[in-house]
């Protein structure tokens, strides 16, 4: 399997489920630019990255760890209901925020040293957020079945992320550029958060590849 043919297949079921993935998600995505747009009212030019880092932290577990669940289920061919959808995700909240912070800092840790060594952190901790939704593994037994899993496949990953994340970045640079109006940057961060779930997608059908020749256990 190529990157090209990762990325096709995830576009399809992106672009046929984007109503309801932006029914799922958008909610909480417009409250999480809702939270960054307050805190840089509040605070302005003297906002820590951190405050940011904590709006993350609140929001993007849930809408993220709703969205693996969604496409679990789809994937299984089944269809089910929102609510339900968040239901089996807020109880996995406090475990990925966990997982995001820890992943966070270490992607940063290794951008500090250089580029390279963050770029090489993001994709082996790729498959973490998989591994703890859909088998139920704690945080940092996540991120070290992620380094495990993504040995051997680190190219197809790397070709994965950088396909999707590269153009996201440039565009939510310059969308975080734009002199514009608290409405109309809720309406371009939700266009922009919406867009960014697409490498979830991608990740997801790169995950389930890489682990289909798994040993089966017991």
Request: proline fraction near 5%; include cysteine.
């Amino acid at each position: 399997m190529t990157v090209f043919a990762i990325l096709r297949d995830a576009w399809f079921f992106y672009s046929r489920h984007f109503a309801t993935i932006a029914r799922l998600c958008l909610p909480l995505i417009l409250l999480e630019s809702l939270a960054r747009l307050a805190v840089d009212q509040l605070f302005g030019k003297d906002a820590l990255p951190a405050q940011e880092l904590l709006v993350g932290l609140v929001f993007y577990p849930l809408y993220v760890g709703a969205l693996i669940l969604y496409i679990d289920a789809r994937s299984r061919g089944h269809a089910p209901a929102l609510r339900d959808v968040l239901a089996r995700a807020l109880p996995l909240w406090p475990a990925l925020a966990v997982l995001t912070g820890l992943g966070t800092l270490l992607i940063m840790l290794g951008a500090s040293l250089f580029v390279l060594p963050g770029i090489w952190v993001m994709v082996r901790i790729a498959f973490a957020e998989y591994l703890l939704v859909l088998r139920g593994l704690a945080p940092l037994a996540a991120l070290k079945q992620s380094f495990l899993l993504t040995r051997g496949h680190f190219l197809l990953v790397l070709g994965c992320v950088l396909s999707l994340l590269l153009p996201l970045w440039l565009l939510e640079a310059w969308v975080s550029g734009l002199q514009a109006d608290a409405a109309v940057r809720l309406l371009l961060d939700g266009a922009v958060g919406l867009l960014q779930l697409l490498p979830t997608v991608m990740l997801f059908r790169c995950f389930m590849l890489c682990t289909e020749r798994e040993p089966a256990r017991d």
